[in-house]
């Protein structure tokens, strides 16, 4: 049984190792091919369901190691594992690209972001006063600072949760011969 608990844990953490290594390649291609692209709001449902796919093989990869049979707690540590060290990964590429290496990208991705927010409030008819205290504080606020990208893993990590929770319970499958 340990060794199934540490072959379960290595996997998922391969599975979080390959999750990571294509949110950051996509990252990393964007910021070098078409930074702009990483403002689109497209962008940020691929990686979800990017993660959510890596997760949810992770979890099929942890039960057919076990012999088909799957409990509800280690099903959702398998999926937990593999988004939690995947998210990490790209946390620490976001930080390296654009606090370390070029944090004008992050300017000029913060001004993009600002000029969207802007244009999708007044699309929304939101009055002008709540649009200047909304520009205000995003002008205010380092969108990539190492603490609120550090936040944002958090607040990340809870969203995936909830749909592992979900995962966990579709795969879920008790051994008969246990019960």
């Known amino acids: ?9 290595k996997s998922s953490l391969n599975y979080g190792l390959i999750l990571g ?16 692209l990483l403002t689109k709001w497209w962008l940020g449902v691929i990686m979800f369901f ?16 076990l012999g088909g049979f799957i409990s509800f707690k280690e099903a959702f540590t398998s ?10 990964i790209n946390v620490f590429v976001v930080i390296l690209i654009f606090v ?4 004008d990208a ?5 001004e993009k972001i600002i000029e969207i927010s802007r244009s999708m409030m007044e699309s929304f008819g939101a009055p002008e006063e709540e649009i200047i205290k909304a520009i205000a504080d995003m002008e205010n606020e380092n969108s990539y600072s190492i603490g609120n990208q550090l936040q944002s893993y958090i607040f990340q990590l809870a969203f995936y949760s909830a749909f592992g929770l ?7 499958k008790n051994d008969p011969n246990l019960e």
């Open 1 to 9: 049984m340990e060794t199934q608990v540490v072959s379960l844990k």
């Open 21 to 36: 290594g294509i949110i950051a390649l996509i990252t990393a291609l964007l910021y070098a091919l078409n930074l702009e």
């Open 50 to 65: 990017i993660a959510l796919g890596v997760g949810i093989v992770s979890v099929a990869k942890s039960k057919s190691l």
């Open 79 to 88: 999926y937990f594992i593999t988004i939690a060290v995947g998210l990490l």
């Open 100 to 103: 370390l290496i070029d944090p």
């Open 106 to 110: 992050a300017d000029f991705l913060q």
């Open 166 to 172: 979900l995962v966990a319970l579709i795969f879920k």
